[in-house]
T-cell receptor, first 116, second 112 residues
Framework: AAGVIQSPRHLIKEKRETATLKCYPI?????VYWYQQGPGQDPQFLIS???????DKGSIPDRFSAQQFSDYHSELNMSSLELGDSALYFC???????????????FGPGTRLTVL | AQTVTQSQPEMSVQEAETVTLSCTYD???????LFWYKQPPSRQMILVIR??????QNATENRFSVNFQKAAKSFSLKISDSQLGDAAMYFC?????????FGKGTSLLVTP
């Protein structure tokens, strides 16, 4: 079965640079989520999109922005990178039912971002 | 704030034995879902099992089962006939709107 695709898998950037992470959800999934997992930490929710509209927002820094496109893929843009942004960034996708409830989130393999 | 608590940072089990991982949660939502995810050294997040809060019956998936106590807000994971491949970090999670709230995780070691 098709899974969530994330690219790139690894990314190395310098401080103050910009990074763009891409996520391609499971086919027919209409909702995407972004999570950040620091070393030895649990994943922290950043932001989610349903039908190209932001559906929820967590602890996402103002330096980060994201969007979902018409083909349902999503991009997370990170500017003015800091050393503390080094982490594993997960994208997950799911269906959202007509009543608003979301189905199980399936995670991609993650993008490992290293900021030097 | 919604919280998920895993009180066991590390657990150890022998191959073929049974182990139970604990999780408690706090939520103000009336309709929510609970999950256990497994994160092996590859760091992929793999769904283990899901429980709908409105269902009284405990979820099971092969060797994995849960003990869901809604009133106590408890959601433990039982792994039967443990295998070496079960060694991983296990995260308990609850839904909060669109987001998943995760516990800090329990590292499971499986010994031969």
């Amino acid at each position: 079965a098709a899974g969530v695709i994330q690219s790139p898998r690894h990314l190395i950037k310098e401080k103050r640079e910009t990074a763009t992470l891409k996520c391609y959800p499971i086919p027919r999934h209409d909702t995407v989520y972004w999570y950040q997992q620091g070393p030895g930490q649990d994943p922290q929710f950043l932001i989610s999109f349903y039908e190209k509209m932001q559906s929820d927002k967590g602890s996402i820094p103002d330096r980060f922005s994201a969007q979902q496109f018409s083909d349902y893929h999503s991009e997370l843009n990170m500017s003015s990178l800091e050393l503390g942004d080094s982490a594993l960034y997960f994208c997950a996708s799911s269906l959202t039912w007509s009543g608003g409830a979301t189905d199980t989130q399936y995670f991609g393999p993650g993008t490992r971002l290293t900021v030097l | 704030a919604q919280t998920v608590t895993q009180s066991q940072p590390e657990m150890s089990v022998q191959e073929a034995e049974t182990v139970t991982l604990s999780c408690t949660y706090d939520t103000s939502e009336s309709d929510y879902y609970l999950f256990w995810y497994k994160q092996p050294p590859s760091r992929q997040m793999i769904l283990v099992i899901r429980q709908e809060a409105y269902k009284q019956q405990n979820a099971t998936e092969n060797r994995f089962s849960v003990n869901f106590q809604k009133a106590a807000k408890s959601f433990s994971l039982k792994i039967s006939d443990s295998q070496l491949g079960d060694a991983a970090m296990y995260f308990c999670a609850s839904t909060s709107g669109y987001a998943l709230n995760f516990g800090k995780g329990t590292s499971l070691l499986v010994t031969p």
